[in-house]
Nanobody, 122 residues
Framework: QVQLVESGGGLVQAGGSLRLSCAASGRTFGSSAMGWFRQYPGKERELVAAISSGGSTVYPNSVKGRFTISRDNAQNTVYLQMNSLKPEDTAVYYC????????????????WGQGTQVTVSS
């Protein structure tokens, strides 16, 4: 079983930055794809960023150039650096882990964190 614990959410003004962290338990972190998703009220979770075990990354156009996902396998931690934040980035952000080495679609992720709120004020 893998447990994921997110931290780093909060309130920030538009144009500001936040860094989310996700600490993962389990011995297979290094071989797992990791992802960040967000969810708006009443909507399905959508991909924000994903990183394969080899370090390949995937971003949707909505965050490309503003958000950066990275991983530290020694610390079993994945990060999401969010810059130039916009009010439309306001959502609950979830960390996710896959049993596979490459994934970016929500159904391909097997473990989820509890979520952390990010609020961007205008």
């Amino acid at each position: 079983q893998v447990q994921l614990v997110e931290s780093g959410g909060g309130l920030v003004q538009a144009g500001g930055s936040l860094r989310l962290s996700c600490a993962a338990s389990g011995r297979t972190f290094g071989s797992s794809a990791m992802g960040w998703f967000r969810q708006y009220p009443g909507k399905e979770r959508e991909l924000v960023a994903a990183i394969s075990s080899g370090g390949s990354t995937v971003y949707p156009n909505s965050v490309k150039g503003r958000f950066t996902i990275s991983r530290d396998n020694a610390q079993n931690t994945v990060y999401l650096q969010m810059n130039s934040l916009k009010p439309e980035d306001t959502a609950v952000y979830y960390c996710a882990a896959s049993r596979g080495s490459y994934a970016y679609r929500a159904p391909s992720f097997d473990y989820w964190g509890q979520g952390t709120q990010v609020t961007v004020s205008s």
